[in-house]
């Protein structure tokens, strides 16, 4: 089984390049869909979660995303501590969920796939990149957010330069290029490449 994790910043179109995936009869596996599903069906997470930052979950059991934002926000160090509740739980279930498949090929949309260290779950890293304008732009309309909060979420974000360093496979979703072929010939590749390795 190959297994395919794709990455990129804020609006850069990683999501439309896993519903491509998908179309194909790739299974995908959304980090951030699981992590949130996660962080109300763990118990672990939960009481970890609430000893950390106080009640962050309402009377109905799910998350008061604005009490854990404000959490998340006040410290660098505040969103370091609750990856390390959140993460090791998203990698076990992500084993357990690729342990379950029986496709050739999987995949792994994940938009920190280096920094949480789940580069190390997947056999090839798909970069998706875009020009900053453009991402800005997306990520505007995708969601109702300002220029600047965009622009923070970036800061705060792997740059795409250091991202382009650790990977083999780049498709650019700049809204002019045909991503579809371009994912069509990375798959292709890959598959090639695996095929030689094997």
């Given at each position: 089984?190959?297994?395919?994790?794709?990455?990129?910043?804020?609006?850069?179109?990683?999501?439309?390049?896993?519903?491509?995936?998908?179309?194909?009869?790739?299974?995908?596996?959304?980090?951030?869909?699981?992590?949130?599903?996660?962080?109300?069906?763990?118990?672990?997470?939960?009481?970890?979660?609430?000893?950390?930052?106080?009640?962050?979950?309402?009377?109905?059991?799910?998350?008061?995303?604005?009490?854990?934002?404000?959490?998340?926000?006040?410290?660098?160090?505040?969103?370091?501590?609750?990856?390390?509740?959140?993460?090791?739980?998203?990698?076990?279930?992500?084993?357990?969920?690729?342990?379950?498949?029986?496709?050739?090929?999987?995949?792994?949309?994940?938009?920190?796939?280096?920094?949480?260290?789940?580069?190390?779950?997947?056999?090839?890293?798909?970069?998706?990149?875009?020009?900053?304008?453009?991402?800005?732009s997306r990520a505007m309309k995708r969601d109702?957010?300002?220029?600047?909060?965009?622009?923070?979420?970036?800061?705060?974000?792997?740059?795409?330069?250091?991202?382009?360093?650790?990977?083999?496979?780049?498709?650019?979703?700049?809204?002019?290029?045909?991503?579809?072929?371009?994912?069509?010939?990375?798959?292709?590749?890959?598959?090639?490449?695996?095929?030689?390795?094997?």
């Open positions: 089984m190959l297994k395919i994790g794709i990455t990129g910043g804020i609006g850069s179109g990683k999501t439309y390049v896993a519903q491509l995936l998908a179309r194909k009869g790739i299974p995908v596996y959304s980090t951030d869909a699981e992590a949130r599903r996660l962080m109300i069906a763990s118990q672990d997470i939960r009481r970890r979660l609430t000893e950390l930052a106080g009640e962050v979950y309402l009377a109905d059991g799910t998350l008061d995303k604005r009490k854990l934002a404000a959490y998340l926000f006040a410290s660098p160090l505040h969103a370091e501590k609750v990856n390390a509740i959140v993460h090791p739980v998203v990698r076990q279930d992500f084993l357990r969920w690729v342990a379950r498949q029986s496709a050739p090929v999987v995949a792994m949309e994940c938009a920190i796939l280096f920094e949480s260290g789940f580069d190390s779950l997947v056999d090839e890293v798909l970069l998706v990149s875009a020009p900053a304008e453009v991402c800005i109702g957010m300002t220029a600047a909060q965009v622009k923070a979420r970036m800061a705060a974000q792997m740059k795409d330069e250091e991202r382009f360093s650790r990977v083999r496979y780049i498709i650019r979703n700049d809204g002019e290029a045909d991503v579809e072929l371009a994912l069509n010939q990375v798959l292709f590749q890959m598959l090639e490449r695996r095929t030689m390795q094997d």
